[in-house]
Every structure is written in C-alpha cells, then in structure tokens.
T-cell receptor
C-alpha cells in the first residue's frame, strides 16, 4: 500500500463546476496536511494547509480532513481553465518527519 | 519578500560527473528540504537541513549529499552521475522544522544526465 494515494486522473470538469479531489494516507499520526498545485513544467505551489478535522475554506478552495478515516479532500468551486494542473496531496508524516507526496491528480477544466 | 531561489535552473551533465545545486530559502526560514521529481516516481524526499544539521534523510544512495550554511542557504551534491539521476530537483523552504510548518518550493533545477 502506498503511503499516500490519489487518483491520477485526469479529472475532467466543465468550467464553473466543482472539482472534487480525494487523498488517503497510511500514517495514522500525521497531524498536518497540505495541497499543492503544480502546472506542467513548473514547481509545486502551496494552496491549502489543514490541521484539524473538518472543513477549511480559502477562496474557491475547500479542504476537508477526516483523521479517523485517514482521508483528506480538496474541492475547487467555480472551476476555471486556469485551475487545470496536477494537484498533490502531502501529509506531514510524524514517523518520517517529512512531507510525503501522493502521485497527484491531474485536473482538466474545459471551457 | 523574495521566494525560494534555486540555481542553476538547467544543467546538462555527463555520466560519471558530479554536480552541485544551490538553494536560497525565504528570508528568515531555517529549514531547507530537497526533493527529486521524476515522471515515474513522483516527488521523493532526499533530505532536510535545519540550523546547519541534517535532520532527516530519504532512501537515496550516498552519492546524494547536502549541506546547509549559517545563512540557511543549502547545497546538494550528486557524485558519479547516472542516467537515472535525470530529474527536476526541488528545494522547499520552511520557517522551522516539524509538523504544522508550511513548505514553499523554489522553481527547481532541471538536471539532464547524458
């Protein structure tokens, strides 16, 4: 089992719709979770961080965390073509004391 | 506020050579982590430095090494380059080390080994 699992996609969504990305992780003691966006040929950009169970909203992004289920998700509301990118889930693993990245979900927003 | 700066942006090296990559973190940040990104393996952790000390190391051979200076700038070195070392090398800067610390990436160094 991979430490961090994400559906590789592509997740195709029409412009204006909600994109829903999921991530599961194996390290039960992870306390902090991060979502990065990476455009093709560019470096990852931090877009969300979440530390407590529940929802956290920032603009069009909402992160949801359920530590009991070892599950974290990212919702992108009112998706725009500029949201087309790969989204990387990264729990901070207490065991390894490092960020561990999933393989990423590629999102395609079609006008 | 300046972001994370990595130099050089692109490198082409020959098998067997060695290479040194540089990373200047965000001003005031004391932790620098290095990652290798390849299409097949994704983002893999190399090592982390905090206050000039290596805090953590990933599963890479000893050919990969690094160091951090008193001004928090960091370098990583790869000796005896192999074709499989071709990758995007990313450094991430954090204020401190450990949980609940956001990490910000530089633009990366694209290394091609021929």
């Amino acid at each position: 089992q991979k430490e961090v699992e994400q559906n590789s996609g592509p997740l195709s969504v029409p412009e204006g719709a909600i994109a829903s990305l999921n991530c599961t992780y194996s390290d039960r003691v992870s306390q902090s979770f991060f979502w990065y966006r990476q455009y093709s040929g560019k470096s990852p950009e931090l877009i969300m961080s979440i530390y407590s169970n529940g929802d956290k909203e920032d603009g069009r992004f909402t992160a949801q965390l359920n530590k009991a289920s070892q599950y974290v998700s990212l919702l992108i509301r009112d998706s725009q073509p500029s949201d087309s990118a790969t989204y990387l889930c990264a729990p901070f693993g207490a065991a390894g004391n490092k960020l561990t990245f999933g393989g990423g979900t590629r999102v395609l927003v079609k006008p | 506020k300046a972001g994370v700066t990595q130099t050089p942006r692109y490198l082409i090296k020959t098998r067997g050579q060695q290479v040194t990559l540089s990373c200047s973190p965000i001003s005031g940040h004391r932790s620098v982590s290095w990652y290798q990104q390849t299409p097949g393996q994704g983002l893999q952790f190399l090592f982390e430095y905090f206050s000039e000390t290596q805090r953590n190391k990933g599963n890479f051979p000893g050919r990969f090494s690094g160091r951090q200076f008193s001004n928090s700038r960091s370098e990583m070195n790869v000796s005896t380059l192999e074709l499989g070392d071709s990758a995007l090398y990313l450094c991430a800067s954090s204020l401190v080390t450990g949980q609940n610390t956001e990490a910000f990436f530089g633009q990366g160094t694209r290394l091609t080994v021929v």
